[in-house]
């Protein structure tokens, strides 16, 4: 693990994706890696710094709703902790959302009913896990 200072906090990441972490100059990103091997785990730490510095509307998808709330829901909850900003956020079970004190908001939805994804508008990143 190596340490970065995330708004003059001292937090640990997995070196394997400190460039994943940082780097904002591309329009997808593909991870590969085996279980256990920090994707989602890093990935909800760069949404959650990405959402407490800029303002940002973030949807997160997943084959089924249900699916959310023992995985990516609890990884970003866990990232808040991580990050050590958990004064900026608040996140209700229902409906399944996270805020930020500067407007920044993070969705939930599945795949299982597609039609409640098409009517969410002004979008900036979408996490499809």
């Known amino acids: 693990m190596r340490t970065m200072k995330i708004k003059k906090k001292k937090v640990k990441l997995n070196p394997h994706f400190l460039d ?3 780097d904002w100059d ?15 785990f890093t990935t909800a730490d760069k949404i959650i710094n990405k959402c407490h510095s800029e303002v940002r509307k973030v949807l997160v998808i997943r084959d089924t ?3 959310h709330r023992d ?8 990232a ?3 990050l050590h900003l958990g004064d900026h956020f608040t ?13 920044s908001v993070i969705l939930f939805r599945g795949l299982d009913d597609v039609k ?3 009517s969410i508008k002004d979008i900036s990143i979408i996490w499809i896990n």
């Open 26 to 40: 591309h329009f997808e990103y593909f991870l590969l890696g085996g279980y256990g091997s920090g994707k989602s």
């Open 65 to 67: 709703f249900a699916s």
């Open 71 to 78: 995985s990516t829901y609890e990884d970003l909850v866990s």
């Open 20 to 22: 994943y972490f940082a």
């Open 116 to 118: 409640k994804i098409k």
């Open 91 to 103: 996140y209700t079970k229902s409906p399944l959302k996270i805020t930020c004190d500067n407007g």
């Open 80 to 82: 808040i902790d991580h």
